[in-house]
């Protein structure tokens, strides 16, 4: 591959600043010259005049190593083919205030140019670079960062992306000495302080590193999230540098687990031995590792620092094994096994580990290819065991995420729902369900996931009687996990076959509800979720009639979660769908009613807002919670908590049932219009103000005595104030 010829030469510190200085000096007598003051304009031309005696003294300069900005002669030289000075105007000898203004305009407008021509040739390599860099190629990223820098030396981005590349390479003296020229582009460059405390990491140095991170933090304290993360990372390679020393000064005193892990490794580290050769010692370094006694820790760091993970491919009977399970001996099955055995007790919390393991050339890829190709349960068992652990760590779901192909790991896994032993179903289904809590592992899927995911928790959905109910709730939480992405929740809500799917499910775990109560738990999760936004799917009536038929009765259930999530679902559906309320307006009201006294504050608000919704059109509804409380104290205690939504919801349920001539006559000689009018007046909220404006009117229409005492409290003027307001 032909590489871009780098830039024959860096410039020296000295040579920038000599430069900058320069530009500095012209900008200053250009600024003096154009002043009204005499004595600066003096002082400028003679410091003009100095200035071009130096330039006319210099001796040429080779500039083949950088791309230097100069003085532009062209325009000396058009200067001194002018027409010779007028009689009485400054001799030959000298240059007229007017003549040298002209100059330096001239000179500047060209500098400009060329700068900005310079700058769109460098951007152009930098974008080559970029590409490079993405795909890994760190060697030719620093060739056209350099040819960029030959094109405009003071471009501070090619410095910091050079600096990134040669970070990637190990080469960190060059990275910091690219920080350092960025940073003399411009000293409060953030970039530059970044990497150049990564390069420092990279040295070991670090102290010095944490001191680049804090001047960092001083320059922008908006960038803390970021350079606290960067700290994070230096403390994680300082705590791995500790634990290395710390594990080899074991090993060189004689310790017996950490002579035994290095030998074990340089063992079966030995080509052309029999297969069982080779699964004796993976299971003997098994042993070593889940029963070491003294230091855990640096037993896992030995394996990982004397070639542990390396076994995979340094050993080529295990390595073709590895790379082909699909039809493989019994005694090259147990041997697999074993490595993976051994894998997963060399990662088990050990983030360090997680990532080294998943660095080792097409790890990712074998592990994915053996969940697709193996056809033993017991090798398939070990190998999702081994994902199963990775994801139990936000550092290994971050490893998975960056290394794997996501697709092709969560189509591997979701095949074990349906076949494979219930071990590797669980932790199939366990790994996901982890997975799914990482945001940037959701937004991989986004593109994929009507295609590659949801047909097969659907297939999974219709055969859950078929399904272990010790796997099944956290598949169902898995997909439930991922309905958090907005733009997933939505392809899901949309979607007629999952909601098909779904309530067959339901319908399966209603007739044993004993059996599937965690599965119910989940099933009303994964609801509440697809509900949250309206969807052409969840409006249509047999959807929606559908849904609230099945969820309604659960309000009764012992279980407190799953009463929690139905009033989250009727919350969502019954304002939307006055069929749905027809449905429950017998039994629904009186239980939601009974959630408003709950302790948990997420029930009320979702008991709340179901019962307004059945307030509004339906008289069962609104006789059931009258007879429960004929002065609403309830509702009125509700309308007095910090909470809009609360305020907002009960002032609606209030407007509807005073249009009942009975409460409002019960409710005179209460409090209910002050209460009612101080929200119309000082709310922030406008919905709870219109809310109690219109139920303060109905009240005063329904029963007229209340109109003294709203007229005692000024509220007519108050009330018209707010709803002119209002459409």
Known sequence: TLRPKMADKTPSKEELDKFLQNVDDIESIIRGMASGDAEAQKKACEAADKKIGKIERRAPVDNTGVNRTVVNQKAFDELGRQQPPEPGTAGSGEMSQENFMAFIEKDAADRAERKKEQKKEATVLKDKGNEAFKAGDFQTAVDFYSQGLGKLK???????????????????????????????????????????????????????????????LKIDPKQEKTVNAYIKDLKTARSVEEEEEKAKELFEKGDREAEGVVELIKRINQPDKPVIFYTGGLKLLTMFLKDCKEDKRSAQTLFRTCGGFELISDVAVISRCMRNPASLTREEIDMCESLLKVYREAVKTNEENMRHAMSVPDMPDILTNLLHTSKDADLSDACVAVLNELSQNPHGRTVVVTKFDTTRLMQGLLKFMNMGSTLSAANAIGTLNNLAIDKKFLMQFRECFEESVLPAFENIMTRCSEISVTVLPSCVSMVSNMAVDPVLRRCMSARSELWEACLQALDVCLSDQTKYEEVLEAMTGLIVNLTLKPSAVTQEPVVAVATVSKTHCLLDSPNSTIVQRCAGILSHILPISDDCVKICQDSAPSRLFSLLKDPVVQTVKYAMKALAACSRCSEAARRTIIQHDNRIETLRSLLQMEDDTLQANSSLCIGHLVNDKSLCASLYGTDIVMELLRHVADHKNSVVQQNCAIALATLVQEDRRHIDRLRELHGMGIIHDVMKHFK
């Open 154 to 216: 003071d471009f501070k981005e090619l410095y910091t992306n050079r600096a990134q590349a040669y970070i990637k390479l190990g080469q960190y003296d060059e990275a910091l000495s690219d920080c350092d020229w960025a940073m003399r582009c411009d000293e409060k460059y953030i970039k530059a302080y970044i990497h150049k405390g990564r390069a420092l990491v990279g040295k070991k140095e670090y102290d010095k590193a944490l001191e680049t991170y804090l001047e960092a």
